[in-house]
């Protein structure tokens, strides 16, 4: 009965390791996977695979947790145990953080994903209670989560709610992740004033705490805020500044994401292909041997928005072809749809202007469904080549095909860009010389739009709280 009332502590199921470790007793190891596998057959517990490891998860059906929750709480036990299971997530979430800037970003992001519902309900008992110091280590580890997969809504109701609690205006590291969290998630949804204050107190905390690698972080991320309202010298001036502390300490990360935003300014305002190329690759040399897969796909399509510039369009679908392989390998949700106008305005580029469309309309609706906005100079030049293509076909076929496009989930677009489904001998020829195609003689030119890689989430260093199990398994 204890075990059974613990166990409706976990929000969406959990795995072994979080059971031995919030519902463990006195009682030996072994009893308590004897209670686990009989409440198993009293059908009170499922167990059901993940994608994100081997590691098996149980979860209750929702109408007998809710009665769990009702026994837990006539128990007197439920404020300790909540406790407790804050901590556990708390100590998960800093751990994943730094996983994501590993090469084993994909499994920590799925593992994450596992486990959303048990650290947001964290992450609101934070709130509730006031408890601003792990509220805030929760969504400073957080953020790059959100970020990446498509929460931006969510987690910024979260920061929003744990930055305004009173004990939250405290200077601390906490505060000024979160803050840089923040600011990188109002961004992506295109609120550029509120971004731009959240990271501009980010820099200044991180200043007055003497982190100088937080520092780093928040400089990169003002550079990328002033990047996006098209303030260029700012940016750049801001970009320079981190680049010199990222290697100044060491942050090799930071180095290759300044670099990176560097070599696309260097294309979209001062349109010098040659130097956006070089700064793009040497980014793209640190992001290969630091092994981040994310980031190296990120790169490439950097690198085949400059080769469509260049007119070298075998370069440019090779680039973006990689891209967008790479991403799909890592789970990639924020990114792809910039790949998809990329791969779109390449096709367009070549005259295959129906193809052009559905894919257009395929990034659309991957942005409506996670609440981002591209760019405003990849605004600028999607509705110059759409404008174009409108031209090119009637309006029923341009609305058919953009209907054709906006049908498609993330994974059919990938498919139907890189042709998977398709015959050969439907891959629209590629040429090494520039057309005389209206989309060629565009000005601001798309270098990317697609997640910037964004600034490591600082957390604190924890110890890997999982055990091994009784039967000699990995816990």
């Known amino acids: 009965r204890k075990l059974f009332r613990s166990l409706a502590i976990f929000d969406g199921g959990c795995s072994l390791p979080a059971i031995e470790e919030l519902c463990a007793t006195t009682d030996a190891p072994g009893e308590l996977l004897d209670g686990v596998e009989t409440l198993q057959r009293n059908s009170l517990l499922r167990q059901e695979e993940t994608v994100a490891d081997d590691e098996p998860r149980f979860r209750m059906l929702e109408t007998i947790r809710e009665y769990g929750l009702e026994r837990l709480a006539a128990s007197g036990a439920e404020d300790e145990l ?10 998960f979430a800093e751990e994943a953080a730094r996983g994501f800037f590993s090469p084993a970003t994909a499994s920590w992001l799925d593992r994450v994903e596992s486990d959303h519902a048990n650290l947001r309900t964290a992450v609101r008992w934070c709130i509730e209670h ?5 509220g805030l280590r929760l969504a400073a580890a957080l953020w790059v989560f959100w970020y990446v997969r498509g929460h931006a809504t969510e987690g910024r109701q ?14 601390s590291t906490p505060r000024a992740q979160a803050l840089l969290g923040a600011g990188q998630l109002a961004l992506t949804q295109g609120d550029h004033a509120a971004a731009w ?3 501009q107190e980010s820099v200044a905390l991180h200043r007055l705490i003497r982190d100088e690698r937080g520092t780093a972080d928040a400089l990169l991320a003002a550079g990328f805020v002033a990047r996006l309202k098209e303030e260029y010298q700012s940016a750049t ?29 260097t294309g979209d305002v001062h349109h010098d292909n040659t130097a956006a190329r070089r700064l793009l690759e ?25 080769a469509i510039a260049e007119a070298e369009y075998d370069r440019a679908h090779d680039l973006l072809q990689q891209s967008l392989t790479g991403m799909r390998q890592v789970g990639e949700k924020l990114g792809v749809h910039g790949a998809l106008d990329t791969f779109g305005h390449l096709t367009s580029t070549q005259g295959h202007t129906e193809r052009a469309v559905r894919l257009a309309g395929a990034a659309e609706r991957l942005r409506a469904t996670s609440g981002t906005q591209s760019w405003p100079v990849v605004q600028r030049t999607r509705a110059r080549w759409l404008a174009s ?19 498609m989930n993330q994974d059919e677009a990938i498919a139907y860009a890189l042709q998977e489904n398709e015959p050969a001998g439907l891959r629209p020829p590629v040429t090494g010389r520039r057309g005389d195609h209206p989309a060629d003689r565009d000005q601001d030119r798309q270098y990317t739009d697609h997640a910037v890689p964004a600034p490591a989430a600082t957390a604190p260093g924890i110890t890997d709280r999982r055990r091994r199990r009784p039967d000699g398994g990995a816990g």
């Open 82 to 91: 909540r406790q407790r299971h804050v901590d556990y997530f708390l100590s």
């Open 130 to 134: 006031n408890d601003a110091d792990r």
């Open 158 to 171: 979260l920061l929003a709610a744990l930055l305004a609690l009173p004990e939250a205006a405290t200077a």
């Open 197 to 199: 204050m959240s990271v």
């Open 237 to 265: 001036t801001l970009l320079d500044e981190g680049l010199i502390l990222a290697r100044a300490t060491g942050h090799d990360f930071i180095t290759a994401a300044c670099l990176h935003h560097l070599g696309m300014i």
């Open 282 to 306: 040497e980014s793209l040399a640190l992001y290969r041997a630091l092994d981040l897969p994310r980031f190296v796909a990120l790169v490439h399509l950097s690198l085949g928005a400059v």
């Open 389 to 407: 293509a409108r031209q090119t076909l009637d309006e029923t076929a341009y609305q058919a095909a953009w209907e054709q496009g906006h049908a």
